[in-house]
């Protein structure tokens, strides 16, 4: 069965500091796709990243960067020199499936809220 | 281009009514997904309607449902409600669906008296 597994619940930080948000996978498919997303306090999800089983590059975007792991199921994400604006609940996600198919559910972590402070 | 709209933003019913929950996808997208959101459960899927065709459902009992328009917009629709249904109901639209990118609506918070 799927599972997300975020095991911070609450991270706090002080501005510039590094910080990486961990998250580790369960599936029994060899094609799923991972993704994470960002859920600052205005409510609305904002989309940050999208990895398929096939791709292990890690992938960095600007102070963003992802460690994609199959050998330990885990996706971590990275946040260099944290910036005030970078608090939110951050979420990580599992979506077994294909390209073009329509099975397959979306399972999201409990979320990982992260507090940088000035 | 706009984003994601959900209406109403707020609403607040009581135990055994009904409620239906309106979202407009971003232009051009025929994917619209539903999302129950709560302090316990956290994200939860609910279902995916493409090109007015439920895609898939989440582990949802049957007094949820929806459907997609011919203009892609989609409504949901809880019957009987339950105190237990109080949440934040968030649609995401894409281009292909849920399994790439998604945009995200603000939401619509029920609260069920």
């Known amino acids: 069965a799927q599972k997300v597994t975020q095991a911070q619940t609450e991270i706090s930080v002080v501005e510039k500091e590094d910080v990486t948000l961990d998250c580790v996978y369960e599936?029994?498919?060899?094609?799923?796709?991972l993704f994470w997303y960002k859920q600052p306090p205005s409510g609305e999800l904002v989309f940050l990243i999208r990895r398929n089983s096939f791709d292990e590059q890690n992938e960095i975007s600007g102070r963003y960067s992802w460690n994609f792991q199959k050998s330990t199921s885990s996706f971590n994400f990275t946040i260099t020199a944290s910036q005030v604006v970078d608090s939110a609940v951050y979420f990580c996600a599992l979506s077994e499936g294909y390209y073009g198919g329509s099975q397959g559910n979306l399972i999201f972590g409990k979320g990982t809220k992260l507090s940088v402070k000035p | 281009k706009a984003g994601v709209t959900q209406t109403p933003r707020y609403l607040i019913k009581t135990r055994g009514q009904q409620v239906t929950l309106s979202c407009s996808p971003i232009s051009g997208h025929r994917s619209v997904s539903w999302y129950q959101q709560t302090p316990g459960q956290g994200l939860q899927f609910l279902f995916e309607?493409?090109?007015?065709?439920?895609?898939n459902k989440g582990n949802f009992p049957g007094r949820f449902s929806g459907r997609q328009f011919s203009n892609s917009r989609s409504e949901m629709n809880v019957s009987t409600l339950e105190l237990g249904d109080s949440a934040l109901y968030l649609c995401?639209?894409?281009?292909?669906?849920?399994?790439?990118?998604?945009?995200f609506g603000p939401g619509t918070r029920l609260t069920v008296t």
């Open positions: 599936t029994r498919d060899t094609t799923y796709y």
């Open positions: 995401a639209s894409s281009l292909y669906g849920r399994f790439y990118e998604q945009y």
């Open positions: 309607y493409f090109s007015e065709t439920q895609r």
